[in-house]
């Protein structure tokens, strides 16, 4: 935007085409293409390209927070979306599904044999 600008003020200050080439490498025509665009005010339109979101990560995170145990059926239901959604929601916060903590006895039977 700034090269654009100042290529545009360059030959508004009164320099020919032939130093506006060799200055910014740019032909005449594209120079008339910026100028139309400032002066429409083209460029002072701000494009936002975040699409809307059905589930608001923050909202996910506290859901999860609050009640750590609940299933994506429960979470799906109170964002009215899919599991699926949910689930993707939650893999791309980094939220994993829940470890057991506790060995279960198949489990101490191996390591007990490995020891």
């Not at 400032?38 to 979101?53: M, W």
């Given at each position: 935007m700034d090269f654009k600008r100042r290529a545009v003020a360059y030959k508004d200050e009164g320099h020919t085409f032939a130093e506006l080439k060799t200055a910014f490498k740019i032909p005449p025509e594209t120079y008339y293409l910026w100028k139309e665009k400032?002066?429409?005010?083209?460029?002072?339109?701000?494009?936002?390209?975040?699409?809307?979101?059905k589930?608001?990560?923050d909202e996910l995170k506290k859901a999860v927070i609050e009640k750590p145990d609940a299933y994506l059926?429960?979470?799906a239901e109170k964002f009215n979306c899919t599991e699926s959604a949910v689930f993707r929601a939650l893999r791309k916060l980094n939220i994993t599904r829940k470890k057991s903590v506790s060995p279960t006895?198949?489990?101490q039977r191996k390591n007990a044999l490995n020891t």
């Open positions: 400032f002066e429409n005010g083209y460029y002072d339109i701000v494009f936002v390209r975040q699409r809307k979101r589930i608001d990560k059926y429960e979470l006895t198949k489990n």
